[in-house]
């Protein structure tokens, strides 16, 4: 129906999550319209941002240099580490300005029906980090569903012979939330009222 190359663009807008067919016919034909120069930026920011983008060497967040911009803050209080599923949630914490302490990201969640352990979400390098860097408090701040109350009483569990105390952020977040959509003033409570593992 569509010239090749306009299908290939369709296909392509068609990855991105919640993108069916319409809206990515929509897309490309919006692509179609712009300037030259909007599309060279567009296709080189992506090109860019695919090759550049690394992981953090300590915590494995999104850097473009060996060691992100956080962990490369020594005004940051060492006493905390707060521990997130993912780089977006680095994001979403760091834009309310509420936390001071590090960072560390899990490469996701525990999730033993699908075949995800401990091992798979490098949580022997958050050990580790924690054994050589010693915080004060771990701060987890995963996703409050099934496989983040699994991997927080994991890490709770391993945790538990070392002299460091281990919180959650306090409930007010919703079961399954994804934590990149939660409010600011409920980011912001959940951070105050955390609790102590038991």
Known sequence: MYPKSINNLIEAFKYFPGVGEKSAERMAFHVLGMEEIQTDFLASSIKNAKSKIKRCKICNHITEEDTCNICSDIS????????????????????????????????????????????????????KRIEDEKFKEIIIAVKPCLEGEMTALYINNVLSGMNVVVSRLASGIPMGADMEYIDPITFEASFDNRKKIS
Not at 96 to 123: Q, W
Request: aromatic share 8%; with cysteine.
């Open 76 to 127: 940051r209080n060492k006493d905390y580490l707060c521990v997130v599923e993912d780089p977006k949630t680095v994001i979403s914490i760091e834009k309310l300005g509420i936390f001071n302490g590090y960072y560390h990201v899990l490469n996701g969640l525990i999730e033993t029906l699908d075949g995800v352990n401990p091992e798979d979400i490098r949580l022997d390098k958050l050990i």
